[in-house]
């Protein structure tokens, strides 16, 4: 079964510090995701991503976040300036085009960023 | 806005019993997935569906449009079904807006 990928699985980084949190989506997918969950709480939607660019983004996606796409395979969350506040788990996530019900996501497995 | 409820927040049963959990979510949505996330965090998805009802293996999730209510089943519960099972909904623009989970334990 098609797998999405993130790498690392776990990021501890110093406050201030750039970060980049990678992911390869399933191939024919074109349709791109990151999500985040603080520890206890919700999953939250950050991002939206199609055609090489944002298609929507929530407010929590502020100058300090962007998204990249730099090849045909990786797409990438950076954070430019860590905040403590920004230690969560970071989900991507693919889907395929078209419209309907068959038309599902696929989740990686996860990145566990721990800001310090 | 959509809000995505679910309950119980947690649930504690005994293997083999029959378990149920509930999702209701206050607008129209193009689809509703139940997903499931292990201790580790990471995200399965299980169902995703629209209408009606859909069973694989043990599980089962179903539909209410009308009443834009769903529940997911497992039958014959198993210790390793513990995890955090989570209902979100997809709405027009395709967004997937989460519940916060139910946390369901399963003791041998």
């Known amino acids: 079964e098609p797998e999405v990928t993130q790498t690392p699985s776990h990021q501890v980084t110093q406050m201030g510090q750039e970060v980049i949190l990678r992911c390869v989506p399933i191939s024919n997918h074109l349709y791109f995701y990151w999500y985040r969950q603080i520890l206890g709480q919700k999953v939250e939607f950050l991002v939206s991503f199609y055609n090489n660019e944002i298609s929507e983004k929530s407010e929590i996606f502020d100058d300090q976040f962007s998204v990249e796409r730099p090849d045909g395979s990786n797409f990438t969350l950076k954070i430019r300036s860590t905040k403590l506040e920004d230690s969560a788990m970071y989900f991507c996530?693919?889907?395929?085009?078209?419209?309907?019900?068959?038309?599902?996501?696929?989740f990686g497995s996860g990145t566990r960023l721990t800001v310090v | 806005k959509n809000e995505v409820e679910q309950s119980p927040q947690n649930l504690t049963a005994q293997e083999g019993e029959f378990i149920t959990i509930n999702c209701s979510y206050s607008?129209?949505?193009?689809?509703l997935h139940w997903l499931q996330q292990h201790p580790g965090g990471g995200i399965v998805s299980l169902f995703m569906l629209s209408s009606g009802k859909k069973k694989h293996g043990r599980l089962i999730a179903t539909i209410n449009i009308q009443e834009k209510h769903s529940s997911l089943h497992i039958t014959a519960s198993h210790p390793r079904d513990s995890a955090v099972y989570i209902c979100a909904v997809r709405d027009s623009n395709y967004q997937l807006i989460w519940g916060a989970g139910t946390k369901l334990i399963i003791k041998p």
């Open positions: 607008v129209g949505i193009s689809a």
């Open positions: 996530a693919s889907r395929a085009t078209g419209y309907g019900s068959s038309y599902g996501y696929t």
